[in-house]
């Protein structure tokens, strides 16, 4: 089993940044792929980024790219999501998850249901 505790969400005005954090404990963290996801009331959890074992591969969706940076600290078991530019369309909860990566895979996955780990979200709300 794999546990995640976000953190970092919180309320902040367009343009702003926010910070988000998520921690494992469980598993060796150089075993898995990380992603972040949101859920916007009435929609469907989207992917935001994602980043594979070694830290050396990630995936942004459409709406973040250029915005947004996915990173990894193996020795702290931890996996960041650094968000600029933030627009009222940004607020979600906020959800990291994880997933065990297959030997010698080296990238990412992208859906949810590739995801076998969550985490309980954290709120983000962007004010215009």
């Known amino acids: 089993q794999v546990q995640l505790v976000e953190s970092g969400g919180g309320l902040v005005q367009a343009g702003g940044s926010l910070r988000l954090s998520c921690t494992a404990s469980g598993r060796t963290f150089s075993e898995l792929i990380m992603g972040w996801f949101r859920q916007a009331p009435g929609k469907e959890r989207e992917i935001v980024a994602s980043?594979?074992?070694?830290?050396?591969?990630?995936y942004y969706s459409g709406s973040v790219r250029g915005r947004g940076s996915v990173s990894r600290d193996n020795a702290k078991n931890t996996v960041h999501l650094q968000m600029n530019s933030l627009k009222p369309e940004d607020t979600a909860v906020y959800y990291c998850a994880a997933a065990l990566a297959p030997t010698g895979y080296s990238g990412t996955y992208y859906f949810p249901y590739e995801y076998g780990f969550w985490g309980q979200g954290t709120q983000v709300t962007v004010s215009s």
């Open positions: 980043v594979n074992w070694s830290g050396g591969n990630t």
